[in-house]
């Protein structure tokens, strides 16, 4: 049975040369061993073990390859004794860290039942963090001449954009009153389940993050996230002063844009009767142009703002080709067209090449060995080092390299506080008004500048761009997501850049950003609007109905890990050539990059029929959410081990689905998990955060520096006295 559908496999293995081996055998060992010691990296992703068994693991291969950078992708950390032998299908790693229960903003208060989602999180996450972990030794390599081993548990790799900063209150799941006619009841119809959620969807979302129809039918998505964007966008509605009139905001119509106080509407704090009335002004407004052109002319107003589009409508947006986001490969006899490259760096020559996606060529032994031996840097490195290090800690791989972080909100931030983990000295540089934290966003405010010193100027002041000046000239990084216009306005390009530094590497992380520019890279854009756009509100809804699919899940955390990569691509380019290039990322590559296996169009054909919206369990009955007596669990295994979960499960070999889901409802989770685990098919109770936190260990640390190795699979650090004047608790970021 093939490991993935060929288009899949294709795309996954694009660019790659490929070698069978048999690593049961004594001659498929061999053989391994033979290129692990020719080779720069190894990858793989075993259960915990395996590879030791198999003779093949870093501490039985580092003699004869000093210079080797190891990386293991297992689910579960090998430190987690009880849960690393499990089968880590994507689902069970979905169900253990919560993404079951936290793709929306409501559905697990209002006691929902999870939803199911093909979207590979855990992998992407755990790929992406492995990258740059690889990069992070690379770099490291080049100084202490040795070689190290890297862990990415994927489970925990998933965790952390789900968790987030936990302060104690809001682990509370009581219900407020005004939704608690929309809770969840066993006896609703499916109709009933949908009416509740779209009234709980509504409910929910201030009026600054909802979506309106247009004259044309479809609907449209904003970020209203200031008061001067809100300005702007009622301005270009031509609703403003009727706002004034009716009371909607306490002011007079002859403020400026900046003076007014649009965006202190309060949402919640207004009366079913006047929010119904808000968005009938906002509808009656919208129907006098078509989503499209109301996106037109919004983002050219600039308001964040986003068509809802369906995935194929995505994939055959034009400007997206032409920037290289999508380009297409060859694939047998189809073509394919598929995501572009996720980052980019330029070359010493300041032109990138093309993005070349190329069928997988397969290889027999030999030429494998001759293309490793022929790409082999190591031997060629100052080993003097070698013998005085003897082992590198995480914080230690980026030491001695310099980030300026002009980056804000979500996507800019994490990329710096990546590198900070890496032990790279960060400073991020903030405009003294530029209201770069948002109250109530304690997770950028706390989170994402761990590790980070920090400095607040006036860029646009004589004294503040001296001093700017002479950060990027003590910088080796400079990283930010301020567009092109912008950027050339506050001398941030990176031309700009290398006038005061030389070899100075910048990366900037857009919305829309491809490869080339000459496409939607001047358009603002948010997590939230991305979704809208690629298609992913509506596959977790419908265009009708859309819904969230995990908050900054999908777009703003992987763009920003992904910047961090592209960051280190730059600086080790720098390293070896001396040329600091231009480094790119953006959420909408990220968005991409999530969707990985389903973003790809045969011949015209993008549906690959994945489960979607809000009533998916699972795409068979292998691969499965199921209700127990006491909870839900996630059952994954082969197609052909289904007569053995039923054979379990029923005592019949008969593959009957409604037959098992009865079967499983009869009993507690634990009854389930230890019988499916003795014949080695992979489940896991589905956790919510609250579980997860209250299961974790706890570690209380101080407000001082330290340094210190997380043990298990999610840990969590505690502050009693946190400077914020709140008791906090957060996932270690020990996804690395």
Same mark, same amino acid.
Request: proline share 4%.
């Given at each position: 049975?093939?490991? !993935?559908?060929?288009?899949?496999?294709?795309?996954?293995?694009?660019?790659?040369?490929?070698?069978?081996?048999?690593?049961?055998?004594?001659?498929?060992?061999?053989?391994?061993l033979?290129?692990?010691?020719?080779?720069?990296?190894?990858?793989?992703?075993?259960?915990?073990g395996?590879?030791?068994?198999?003779?093949?693991?870093?501490?039985?291969?580092?003699?004869?390859?000093?210079?080797?950078?190891?990386?293991?992708?297992?689910?579960?950390?090998?430190?987690?004794?009880?849960?690393?032998?499990?089968?880590?299908?994507? =689902?069970?790693?979905?169900?253990?860290?919560?993404?079951?229960?936290?793709?929306?903003?409501?559905?697990?208060?209002?006691?929902?039942?999870?939803?199911?989602?093909s979207?590979?999180?855990?992998?992407?996450?755990?790929?992406?963090?492995?990258?740059?972990?690889?990069?992070?030794?690379?770099?490291?390599?080049?100084?202490?001449?040795?070689?190290?081993?890297?862990?990415?548990?994927?489970?925990?790799?998933?965790?952390?954009?789900?968790?987030?900063?936990?302060?104690?209150? #809001?682990?509370?799941?009581?219900?407020?009153?005004?939704?608690?006619?929309?809770?969840?009841?066993?006896?609703?119809?499916?109709?009933?389940?949908?009416?509740?959620l779209?009234?709980?969807?509504?409910?929910?979302?201030?009026?600054?993050?909802?979506?309106?129809?247009?004259? %044309?039918?479809?609907?449209?998505?904003?970020?209203?996230?200031? $008061?001067?964007?809100?300005?702007?966008?009622?301005?270009?509605?031509?609703?403003?002063?009727? @706002?004034?009139?009716?009371?909607?905001?306490?002011?007079?119509?002859?403020?400026?844009?900046?003076?007014?106080?649009l965006?202190?509407?309060?949402?919640?704090?207004?009366?079913? /009767?006047?929010?119904?009335?808000?968005?009938?002004?906002?509808?009656?407004?919208?129907?006098?142009?078509?989503?499209?052109?109301?996106?037109?002319?919004l983002?050219?107003?600039?308001v964040?703002?986003?068509?809802?589009?369906?995935?194929?409508?995505?994939?055959?947006?034009?400007? @997206?080709?032409?920037?290289?986001?999508?380009?297409?490969?060859?694939?047998?006899?189809?073509?394919?067209?598929?995501?572009?490259?996720?980052?980019?760096? #330029?070359?010493?020559? %300041?032109?990138?090449?093309?993005?070349? #996606?190329? /069928?997988?060529?397969?290889?027999?032994? %030999?030429?494998?060995?001759?293309?490793?031996?022929?790409?082999?840097?190591?031997? =060629? @490195?100052?080993?003097?080092n $070698?013998? #005085?290090?003897?082992?590198?800690?995480?914080?230690?791989?980026?030491?001695?390299?310099?980030?300026?972080?002009?980056?804000?909100?979500?996507?800019?931030?994490?990329?710096?506080?990546? @590198?900070?983990?890496?032990?790279?000295?960060?400073?991020?540089?903030?405009?003294?008004?530029?209201?770069?934290?948002?109250?109530?966003?304690?997770?950028s405010?706390?989170?994402?500048?761990?590790?980070?010193?920090?400095?607040?100027?006036?860029?646009?002041?004589?004294?503040?761009?001296?001093?700017?000046?002479?950060?990027?000239?003590?910088?080796?990084?400079?990283?930010?997501?301020?567009?092109?216009?912008?950027?050339?306005?506050?001398?941030?390009?990176?031309?700009?850049?290398?006038?005061?530094?030389?070899?100075?590497?910048?990366?900037?992380?857009?919305?829309?950003?491809?490869?080339?520019?000459?496409?939607?890279?001047?358009?603002?854009?948010?997590?939230?609007?991305?979704?809208?756009?690629?298609?992913?509100?509506?596959?977790?809804?419908?265009? %009708?109905?859309?819904?969230?699919?995990?908050?900054?899940?999908? =777009?703003?955390?992987?763009?920003?890990?992904?910047?961090?990569?592209a960051? !280190?691509?730059?600086?080790?380019?720098q390293?070896?050539?001396?040329?600091?290039?231009?480094?790119?990322?953006s959420?909408?590559?990220?968005?991409?990059?999530?969707?990985?296996?389903?973003?790809? /169009?045969?011949?015209?054909?993008?549906?690959?029929?994945?489960p979607r919206?809000?009533?998916?369990?699972?795409?068979?009955?292998?691969?499965?959410?199921?209700?127990?007596?006491?909870?839900?669990?996630?059952?994954?295994?082969?197609?052909?081990?289904?007569?053995?979960?039923?054979?379990?499960?029923?005592?019949?070999?008969?593959?009957?689905?409604?037959?098992?889901?009865?079967?499983?409802?009869?009993?507690d989770?634990?009854v389930?998990?230890?019988?499916?685990?003795?014949?080695?098919? =992979?489940?896991?109770?589905?956790?919510?955060?609250?579980?997860?936190?209250?299961?974790?260990?706890?570690?209380?640390?101080?407000?001082?520096?330290?340094?210190?190795?997380?043990?298990?699979?999610?840990?969590?650090?505690?502050?009693?006295?946190h400077?914020?004047?709140?008791?906090?608790?957060?996932?270690?970021?020990?996804?690395v």
């Open positions: 049975e093939p490991e !993935l559908p060929s288009q899949q496999y294709c795309l996954l293995n694009r660019n790659k040369k490929l070698l069978t081996l048999d690593l049961k055998t004594c001659e498929g060992k061999t053989q391994a033979s290129l692990i010691r020719k080779a720069d990296v190894v990858i793989e992703n075993f259960r915990p395996v590879m030791k068994r198999l003779g093949l693991d870093y501490a039985s291969v580092k003699a004869n390859n000093p210079g080797l950078i190891y990386l293991s992708l297992p689910g579960f950390a090998s430190t987690d004794k009880k849960r690393a032998p499990i089968q880590a299908w994507e =689902g069970v790693l979905a169900a253990a860290t919560g993404i079951f229960n936290h793709l929306s903003l409501f559905r697990h208060s209002l006691k929902y039942p999870p939803l199911y989602t979207i590979p999180l855990c992998s992407a996450y755990g790929s992406i963090h492995g990258s740059v972990a690889i990069m992070a030794a690379l770099i490291a390599r080049e100084t202490y001449g040795v070689g190290t081993c890297i862990e990415v548990p994927l489970a925990t790799g998933g965790i952390a954009p789900f968790a987030s900063i936990i302060i104690p209150a #809001s682990l509370d799941e009581t219900v407020a009153e005004d939704l608690k006619p929309l809770l969840y009841q066993p006896g609703d119809s499916l109709e009933r389940q949908q009416e509740k779209e009234e709980a969807r509504l409910a929910t979302l201030p009026f600054g993050y909802t979506d309106y129809l247009c004259g %044309d039918g479809r609907r449209i998505y904003f970020s209203l996230l200031s $008061q001067i964007v809100v300005g702007r966008f009622t301005k270009v509605l031509g609703i403003e002063k009727q @706002l004034y009139r009716e009371g909607f905001v306490i002011a007079s119509e002859w403020l400026t844009d900046v003076d007014n106080n965006g202190a509407l309060q949402w919640s704090s207004l009366n079913d /009767e006047r929010k119904q009335r808000f968005r009938e002004l906002v509808t009656q407004a919208l129907k006098s142009k078509g989503a499209e052109e109301w996106e037109t002319v983002q050219k107003a600039n964040p703002t986003a068509m809802l589009r369906t995935r194929e409508e995505w994939q055959a947006l034009e400007p @997206l080709h032409k920037t290289g986001i999508f380009t297409q490969m060859a694939a047998g006899e189809s073509t394919l067209t598929v995501p572009g490259r996720l980052v980019d760096v #330029s070359g010493p020559e %300041d032109i990138l090449k093309s993005v070349v #996606s190329a /069928e997988p060529k397969t290889l027999n032994f %030999d030429q494998a060995q001759a293309v490793l031996q022929q790409g082999n840097a190591w031997s =060629g @490195l100052n080993t003097d $070698q013998g #005085s290090v003897t082992a590198l800690k995480k914080g230690e791989l980026l030491r001695g390299v310099k980030v300026l972080d002009l980056g804000n909100i979500l996507a800019g931030p994490i990329a710096g506080h990546i @590198l900070a983990e890496y032990g790279a000295e960060v400073i991020k540089a903030d405009s003294s008004g530029s209201g770069a934290y948002y109250p109530g966003l304690i997770y405010t706390i989170e994402l500048n761990q590790g980070k010193r920090s400095i607040l100027t006036d860029a646009k002041a004589v004294q503040g761009k001296a001093i700017m000046e002479r950060l990027v000239s003590w910088a080796d990084v400079v990283t930010h997501n301020i567009l092109d216009d912008s950027a050339e306005r506050l001398g941030v390009t990176h031309s700009q850049l290398q006038a005061i530094n030389k070899d100075i590497v910048s990366l900037q992380a857009s919305a829309y950003g491809g490869t080339y520019r000459g496409g939607w890279e001047e358009r603002t854009g948010f997590d939230d609007l991305l979704q809208a756009a690629c298609g992913l509100k509506a596959r977790s809804g419908s265009l %009708d109905s859309p819904h969230w699919h995990g908050h900054v899940a999908s =777009g703003d955390v992987p763009c920003g890990i992904s910047a961090a990569f960051s !280190l691509l730059g600086v080790y380019q390293r070896k050539t001396g040329y600091g290039g231009e480094c790119r990322a959420l909408a590559r990220a968005m991409n990059y999530s969707q990985l296996p389903w973003m790809i /169009e045969e011949n015209g054909n993008s549906e690959w029929h994945e919206g809000q009533f998916a369990v699972g795409p068979q009955l292998g691969q499965r959410l199921y209700a127990c007596r006491d909870g839900w669990i996630f059952v994954g295994t082969t197609k052909n081990r289904t007569q053995l979960l039923a054979e379990t499960v029923t005592g019949s070999k008969e593959t009957d689905e409604e037959a098992l889901v009865a079967a499983f409802s009869e009993q989770s634990d389930w998990l230890q019988k499916l685990h003795s014949v080695d098919i =992979g489940c896991h109770p589905v956790m919510s955060r609250k579980a997860i936190f209250e299961q974790a260990e706890k570690k209380s640390v101080a407000n001082e520096a330290g340094y210190d190795v997380a043990q298990g699979t999610h840990e969590f650090l505690q502050w009693q006295n400077a914020s004047g709140l008791q906090i608790s957060m996932p270690a970021p020990d996804h």
